[in-house]
C-alpha cells in the first residue's frame, strides 16, 4: 500500500535559527505546511521543550512520519530529539542547513527514511569550497 | 613569516538567516569579533549589496583574508558572493550549518585555505542521520 501522506518537518535549534531558516525556505519556495520550528533556550526548563516536541511530531505526523532537523550533534537541542527515536515514528538529522531543508521540502512524498537519506545528502553535497572548485576547474579546462 | 592575523567571518544568506546563525554561535561561545552576517532581499539593488559585501571583505581582511559562508550554492548570495573571489583575498564556502560555523570561529587563527578546508569537513561531518546511526550502533553492539 502506497503511502500517500507527506513527511512532517520540524526544526529544533538553539535561539530563532530554526524559524529563520524555515522563513528562508518558504521566501525561496512559497508557503509551505505541516512544518515549525522549536526554539529551545537555556532558560527553557527542558520538560516543557519536551513537551512541546513531543505535541508537534504527534501533530505533524500525518502517516508518513515527521523528520526532525537539528542544528548541531551533542547540543542540547538534539539531544532532546534523540529522546523522541523509538518512542515516536521519527528520524533526526544533525546539522541542517539550505540544501538540505529545500531538499526535504521537495522529497517529503518520500518515505521517512528516504527522506533522511536525501536530506543527508543534500545537505553534504550543498557544501562546497566555491573559489578552490572553480580554481580547480579553471585549471582542468587549461591542462 | 608566520601570519598573526585572525580570519574575517562574512554570512551571506537570504533574509535574516545570517544573522540569526550567528547569534547562536555568540550564545553557544560567547561574544565574538570581525565577523558579520549580510542580508540579501529580493528588493535590495543588487549592486548595493556587492558594495555592503565590498565594503564588510575590505575592513575585516586584517591580513589573513576573509572567509564568506553562503546559504546555498547557486542562491543570489553566493553568486555575489563569488563575484568577489580573485579580487579580494576572500574564499567563499556554500551551505553553511552551525557544525560549520562553529569551526571557523575556532580555528580561524589558520590560514584562509586551511580555515576554508576544515569549514567543508566540520559542516560534512556535523550532518549526520542519528536514529539510523544509533540503530547500527545497536546492531554492531550485538553482532
Known sequence: ???????GIIIVSHLDYGA?????????????SDCCSISVE????????????????KLLDKGAGVIILT??????PTNLAL????????EVVTGVNLPMLMKVFTERDKSLEEVARQAH?????GIVVAGSMLRNK????EG
Chains 1, 2 share one sequence.
Do not use: C, W
Open 121 to 125: 545528502e543534500a545537505g553534504t553535497k
Open 83 to 90: 529522546a523522541l527515536l523509538g518512542k515516536l515514528n521519527v
Open 20 to 32: 529563520s531558516i524555515l522563513r528562508t525556505a518558504e521566501f525561496i519556495l512559497g508557503p509551505l
Open 42 to 57: 537555556l532558560s527553557d526548563q527542558v520538560a516543557d521543550t519536551v513537551r512541546r516536541l513531543d505535541d508537534a511530531a
Open 138 to 141: 579553471t585549471k582542468a579546462n
Open 1 to 7: 500500500m502506497e503511502n500517500t501522506a507527506q513527511v
Open 71 to 76: 542544528d548541531m550533534f551533542g547540543g542540547t
